[in-house]
């Protein structure tokens, strides 16, 4: 077996792995910035330019203890936020002190055929220092033919001070595009935090 070679020194800079070519290039799009915020909506930028569309969530900081941050999408470019979602969703955790620990898939954040909001988190804490990061991945979301798949990971800083890492997937069960997204707590506002949205050409 052959070993595959980087045709350069660094991998950050690397173009091709042997004889692969069009590693793909991260194109930003567009910068969305809570400030005391019921939600962050990204209504446009999402079409047929590209099969998929990452998702950067940077320092989102909540009013309130202890409330699932969540996200849906919209087919009608943010009218409504109520799509058709089948999910599944697990995660780990361990507290500051080292005594508590869990690795746990969680029945309760699934979704089967729903139309509510997906929770990418529970339990992220509002105190000044804590906050949520993490990524999401949509999948070909102009297709008109087949489901709409996303995963992603988001890790936060909860309200009893553990560090908890949530794992979700899912699709959105439609064959009309998905043009929109919003992101918001299940309650109250986003005090801060931006959420950056990529294309991957």
């Known amino acids: 077996m052959a070993i595959i070679r980087l045709n350069n020194r ?4 690397a173009t091709a792995f042997g004889s692969i070519t069009g590693l793909g290039n991260l194109v930003f799009i567009s910068r969305s910035t809570a400030s005391s915020s019921a939600s962050l909506s990204i209504t446009s930028g ?41 999910s599944t969703f697990f995660r780990s ?3 500051e002190g080292g005594s508590s620990t869990e690795l746990a898939y969680k029945t309760g954040r699934d ?15 509002n105190d000044n220092d804590q906050s949520t990061s993490g990524y999401l991945h949509l999948f070909d979301p102009s297709n008109t033919t087949f489901v709409k ?23 959105f069960n439609t064959t009309s595009a998905i043009n929109a997204l ?15 949205m990529y294309g991957v050409s």
């Open 10 to 13: 660094a991998v950050k800079d």
């Open 46 to 86: 999402i079409n047929s330019t590209y099969k998929e569309y990452i998702f950067f969530l940077n320092n989102i900081h909540p009013a309130s203890d202890n409330i699932d941050f969540q996200f849906q999408g919209s087919t009608d470019s943010g009218s409504n936020y109520n799509t058709t979602i089948t």
């Open 93 to 95: 955790e361990q507290d």
């Open 111 to 125: 979704l089967a055929q729903s139309t509510s909001f997906k929770t990418l988190i529970g339990g992220p804490g």
């Open 149 to 171: 798949h996303f995963i992603g990971s988001l890790n936060t800083s909860t309200d009893d001070n553990r560090s908890r890492n949530s794992f979700f997937a899912g699709y």
């Open 182 to 196: 919003q992101f918001k707590g299940a309650s109250g506002n986003i005090d801060s935090g931006t959420i950056d």
